[in-house]
C-alpha cells in the first residue's frame, strides 16, 4: 500500500527537519559531518544488504549505485555547508527547491506534464519560501547559504529517478551505495576535515550518523523511490516549518510574523497536493 511509503516518507521529512539542528551545533565542519555520517551509514547497511547481494550486482548494478552515490554526495556536502553559513532553517528552505527541480525533470526524463494543480500546490509553497526568505545581500553568509542550498536542491532532485529507475535493487543494496560511492566525493577533501572534537561532538555525530542517516535517508529513500515525483516534493516542504521551530526553540532562531505565514502556506500546499492526488486517483478508478 502506498500509504506506508506517505507514512514513511513523513517520518523521514520529520527528521530531515531536526537534523540541521545537530549540523548547526557541532563544531565539527562539513567534511567531518559527511565522512562520519557515511562511515557509519555504509558500515551498517553493508551488514544488512549482506556481502552475499552485492557479489550478485550486476556491471549494470553497480554503475547506477555510483551515480546514486555521486549525487548522494554532492547534495549533502553542499547542504551542510548551507546549514553552516545560514541558518538551519534557511538551509532546509533552500533544498525544498528541490520540488521545482523535479517537475521539470519529471518532465523531461518520463514525459509527464504537471498538470495546472499540481503547479498551483508548488506555487503556493513557492510564494511561503518567498515570505520566509528575507532581502537577499551577496556578501553575506546566510545569502550564500541559500545559494549553496540551491545547488544541493538539484543534487537531491536527480536522485528518486535514478532509484526508480534501478527498482530491481532492494532499497537496503541501493542506500548501501548511495553512502559507500558518496565517499568518492568527500575523500578527495578528507584533509580539510577537523578532529578536535569534545565528547558532545560525538555523540552529535552519532546522533547525525545512525538516526538522521542510516534511519532518516533509507525511509525517504524507500518512500521518493514509490511515490509519484510531485507528491514526493509537496511532502518535503513539511521539513521547512519542523526545521523551523526546531531552530526557534533550540537555537532561538528569530520568527517573525512573515516566517510563520510563510510556513502555513507550505503546510497548505502540502494538504492540496495530497486532496489533488485523491481526486486523481477516484477518478481514474471510476
Excluded at 27 to 53: D, P, Q, Y
Excluded at 141 to 148: D, P
Excluded at 194 to 209: E, M, P, R, S
Excluded at 224 to 243: D, E, H, K, Q, R
Aim: hydrophobic share 50%; glycine share 6%; net charge positive.
Amino acid at each position: 500500500m502506498k500509504s506506508r511509503y506517505y507514512i514513511e516518507g513523513l517520518i523521514a521529512v520529520f527528521l530531515f527537519g531536526i537534523t540541521p539542528i545537530f549540523i548547526k551545533e557541532v563544531s565539527a565542519n562539513a567534511v567531518t559531518i559527511g565522512l562520519v555520517r557515511l562511515v557509519i551509514g555504509a558500515s551498517f547497511l553493508f551488514f544488512i544488504a549482506g556481502n552475499k547481494n552485492l557479489k550478485k550486482l550486476t556491471k549494470k548494478d553497480w554503475k547506477a549505485l555510483l551515480f546514486m552515490g555521486l549525487a548522494f554526495g554532492g547534495h549533502w556536502i553542499t547542504y551542510f555547508i548551507s546549514v553552516k553559513l545560514a541558518t538551519p532553517s534557511m538551509a532546509i528552505l533552500s533544498v525544498s527547491s528541490f520540488g521545482l527541480h523535479m517537475i521539470y525533470l519529471n518532465w523531461i526524463i518520463n514525459k509527464n506534464k504537471p498538470s495546472p494543480y499540481d503547479l498551483i500546490a508548488v506555487l503556493i509553497a513557492l510564494f511561503g519560501i518567498y515570505l520566509i526568505v528575507p532581502a537577499f545581500d551577496l556578501s553575506n553568509n546566510l545569502t550564500m547559504g541559500v545559494l549553496i542550498g540551491l545547488v544541493s536542491a538539484a543534487f537531491f532532485a536527480i536522485l528518486p529517478f535514478i532509484h526508480q529507475r534501478n527498482q530491481q535493487l532492494d532499497s537496503m543494496t541501493r542506500a548501501f551505495g548511495q553512502y559507500s560511492f558518496a565517499l568518492i566525493v568527500f575523500l578527495p577533501i578528507s584533509f580539510e576535515s577537523n578532529w578536535d572534537l569534545t565528547q558532545q561532538d560525538w555523540v552529535y555525530l552519532t546522533i547525525l550518523g545512525t538516526v538522521c542517516t542510516v534511519g532518516a535517508h533509507t525511509l525517504w529513500l524507500r518512500a521518493s523511490t514509490v511515490l509519484p515525483p510531485t507528491n514526493t516534493s509537496l511532502i518535503f516542504y513539511l521539513g521547512t516549518p519542523i526545521a523551523m521551530i526546531s531552530s526557534f526553540i533550540f537555537l532561538d532562531e528569530a520568527m517573525p510574523t512573515q516566517k510563520i505565514v510563510g510556513a502555513g502556506l507550505i503546510i497548505s500546499a502540502n494538504v492540496l497536493g495530497v486532496l489533488i492526488s485523491r481526486r486523481k486517483k477516484k477518478t481514474q478508478s471510476r
